[in-house]
Nanobody, 127 residues
Framework: QVQLVESGGGLVQAGGSLRLSCAAS????????MGWFRQAPGKEREFVAAISRSGGITSYADSVKGRFTTSRDNAKNTVYLQMNSLKPEDTAVYYC????????????????????WGQGTQVTVSS
């Protein structure tokens, strides 16, 4: 049974930082490209960041570029999202997701491409 479990969310003041983690189990983690998405109340789930199987290639939404960094540790079956210079508009539930791929450099920005999702972790940024 595949499980993706996010952690690290919380309440932080604007300008602060948080580091989200997503621990995977029940799959061969190194075969999966991983992504981060977020969903604010009343809004669609949107792409935040993605990382290839090896971690060598990343992609970011324009709204977080330069502030957020995603990385992964395949030995620990974990993907991370370091969020710096947080803004109130970053407030949302953050989800990690995984898609199996045989292409080492592939990543996905479309939520419909992903096979598995975590349950989400709340990030709240106060002004």
């Amino acid at each position: 049974q595949v499980q993706l479990v996010e952690s690290g969310g919380g309440l932080v003041q604007a300008g602060g930082s948080l580091r989200l983690s997503c621990a995977a189990s029940g799959l061969t983690f190194s075969e999966y490209a991983m992504g981060w998405f977020r969903q604010a109340p009343g809004k669609e789930r949107e792409f935040v960041a993605a990382i290839s199987r090896s971690g060598g290639i990343t992609s970011y939404a324009d709204s977080v570029k330069g502030r957020f960094t995603t990385s992964r540790d395949n030995a620990k079956n974990t993907v991370y999202l370091q969020m710096n210079s947080l803004k109130p508009e970053d407030t949302a539930v953050y989800y990690c997701a995984g898609v199996r791929t045989y292409i080492s450099w592939r990543y996905a920005t479309d939520k419909n491409e992903y096979d598995y999702w975590g349950q989400g972790t709340q990030v709240t940024v106060s002004s």
